[in-house]
């Protein structure tokens, strides 16, 4: 039996990198190795650029190996993308990523996490433990996301990110 309350660990951060560049970068799987914290592989077969398209990633997880399995659900370019995750051991997770342009020409970047803990002591630890995690996650991936733009060049031939221009 779980708990009806959901947790909800909702963050925002804001990149000097432009909206489009920004999102195309953080949306493309081929990047997520040098953003996503202990992620170890991504299966050769994901998919994610439709709803409906499924990716299996393999994260390293308080020392051991774990499989999580992400269902995109809805993609709307440069807006918002929603997906639900798997893992063995943890509570199923509505995911929200939401990409705007924050009036400066950088990105707002904003990650919500929401699930219904599980009962009994399991719950307990959905509650604080797990919680904590994902916060701690979405903030080193705000980090790693951060210092990946810094490094970027403006003119890279390969996929580069274009950082938004500062205010006047």
Not at 50 to 57: L, S, Y
Not at 98 to 121: I, M, N, S, T
């Amino acid at each position: 039996m779980s708990s009806d309350k959901p947790v909800r660990v909702d963050v925002t951060h804001r990149f000097a990198v432009g909206l489009r560049d920004g999102y195309d970068y953080i949306t493309n799987l081929g990047n997520w190795h040098a953003y996503w914290p202990d992620l170890v592989r991504i299966d050769p077969d994901s998919r994610w650029s439709a709803p409906g398209d499924r990716t299996r990633i393999a994260l390293r997880l308080l020392g051991r190996e774990t499989e999580m399995t992400m269902v995109l659900n809805r993609m709307e370019p440069y807006r918002l993308v929603e997906y639900t995750s798997e893992q063995s051991g943890l509570p199923e997770a509505r995911h929200e990523r939401h990409f705007a342009d924050d009036g400066e020409h950088g990105l707002a970047y904003r990650a919500v996490v929401e699930y219904v803990p599980r009962g009994g002591l399991r719950g307990l630890f959905d509650r604080v433990i797990f919680r904590r995690a994902v916060e701690r996650a979405i903030r080193t991936t705000f980090a790693n996301l951060d210092a990946r733009f810094a490094a970027r060049d403006t003119s890279s031939s390969t996929g580069g990110i274009r950082r938004g221009r500062p205010s006047a």
